[in-house]
T-cell receptor
């Protein structure tokens, strides 16, 4: 299957700083990418849907000014957690839809810890 | 609104024994259903999916799932579990817009020797 990478795989930052997480589709072009958040022993919660060249669509309750999403190319989407606080600590997972396979492929996730 | 329920948080199965993981969904129309497996350090991997047609779906790694509309269920099964199957399993349904997935809370599978 297709491969989706995320970078970094884990990050520790101080409260108040911003953190950028990259999601790349390595062997296909993804017109749509998704960002999920997963709490320990919990389900994946969709945060936003990112379409290349347009603004992301955020789910209800997700602060768009705090979680900035950019999908500048067909193979790259970034999630920036601005002014991070300890409650933002979580596991962030991206996925990319391969239009040819009509399937979503998931990245390995990024563990964010805010001190 | 669509939702997915996985009633079992944690299941332990002996190696070589059969496995069934339960999944119930809430959806108004014919659902698109998925089972994913998540292993530490790896992304979610699709085991199988159901869109239409035969209600018994075969997937990778020897898994199968049966769609039962009358019970709103899509249970995952495997006849003989291997130690490498220990992981987190998620059932999901595609949202009405057909754009994203709604996941259950997952079932942790442990395999005992």
């Amino acid at each position: 299957g297709a491969v989706v990478s995320q970078h970094p795989s884990w990050v520790i930052c101080k409260s108040g700083t911003s953190v950028k997480i990259e999601c790349r589709s390595l062997d296909f072009q993804a017109t749509t990418m998704f960002w999920y958040r997963q709490f320990p022993k919990q389900s994946l919660m969709l945060m936003a849907t990112s379409n290349e060249g347009s603004k992301a669509t955020y789910e209800q309750g997700v602060e768009k000014d705090k979680f900035l999403i950019n999908h500048a190319s067909l193979t790259l989407s970034t999630l920036t957690v601005t002014s991070a606080h300890p409650e933002d600590s979580s596991f962030y997972i991206c996925s990319a839809r391969d239009p040819n396979a009509d399937e979503q492929f998931f990245g390995p996730g990024t563990r964010l810890t805010v001190l | 609104a669509q939702s997915v329920t996985q009633p079992d948080i944690h299941i332990t199965v002996s190696e070589g024994a059969s496995l069934e993981l339960r999944c119930n969904y809430s959806y108004g129309a014919t659902p698109y259903l998925f089972w994913y497996v998540q292993s530490p350090g790896q992304g979610l991997q699709l085991l199988l999916k159901y869109f239409s047609g035969d209600t018994l779906v075969q997937g990778i790694k020897g898994f199968e799932a049966e769609f039962k509309r009358s019970q709103s269920s899509f249970n995952l099964r495997k006849p003989s579990v291997h130690w490498s199957d220990a992981a987190e399993y998620f059932c999901a349904v595609e949202n009405q817009a057909g754009t994203a997935l709604i996941f259950g809370k997952g079932t942790t599978l442990s395999v005992s020797s």
